[in-house]
Each structure stands twice: as structure tokens, then as C-alpha cells.
Nanobody
């Protein structure tokens, strides 16, 4: 009964910033990392950022240098700090959290998404 909920989306002007939060609840298991994806209208869901159980990060070329993924395992949260937002960043952003009793038994769970709209 793991639940993953994204929050923090909204309307922001180009060049602005938003921080998305991904909250894991409904489980005593640990959070080991996760991914942020986004899906714009008419496009597939694309991987934006990854953070591993060890804290290593990776980013899509389109957001590298502007976005930062992080996690707070104690709070069971994954964050995506988005700076220098562009209209092309407009999409529904989804969290895919890695949760499990151990890092090797972890399973990914999807949130429902949060809308980010970058427009003047």
C-alpha cells in the first residue's frame, strides 16, 4: 500500500524556479532513490533525472545544469529543484520512487503527477 504523491507544481514564468516534492507514504520500507519523469501533451513520458541509492545523480541533456534531484531518506521524499525554467519544460512531472525493505528488494512506485507550466 505504498503511495507516492508529487506536489509543488504550478505556473511559473520563464527563467523562474520550482521545487517539486515526491512524498512516499503507506510503508515502513526505506526510500533508496528515484526518478523524475515528465510528459508533455502529445509526447512520451521521458526520464528527466535519476538519483540512486548511493546518491549518484543523472540528468537528461535538456535539463542538465538547471535541474537538481535530491532525496531525504529520513522523510522518504525525493525532490526536483528546477531553475531557469523554459516553456519547453511544461509537462506533467511524475515521481518514480524506489522503496523496499532493502536496497536489493526495492520496487519502484509511481505518483499521480504534478503539472508544471512555464509561461509568461
Amino acid at each position: 500500500q505504498v503511495h507516492v504523491v508529487e506536489s509543488g507544481g504550478g505556473l511559473v514564468q520563464p527563467g523562474g524556479s520550482l521545487t517539486l516534492s515526491c512524498t512516499v507514504s503507506g510503508s515502513d520500507f526505506s526510500l533508496y532513490g528515484g526518478n523524475w519523469y515528465r510528459q508533455a501533451p502529445g509526447k512520451q513520458r521521458d526520464l528527466v533525472a535519476t538519483i540512486t541509492s548511493g546518491g549518484s545523480t543523472d540528468y537528461a541533456d535538456s535539463v542538465n545544469g538547471r535541474f537538481t534531484i535530491s532525496r531525504d531518506s529520513a522523510k522518504k521524499m525525493v525532490y526536483l529543484q528546477m531553475n531557469g525554467l523554459k516553456p519547453e519544460d511544461t509537462a506533467v512531472y511524475y515521481c518514480n520512487a524506489f522503496v523496499g525493505p532493502t536496497v536489493w528488494a526495492r520496487t519502484s512506485y509511481w505518483g499521480q503527477g504534478t503539472q508544471v507550466t512555464v509561461s509568461s
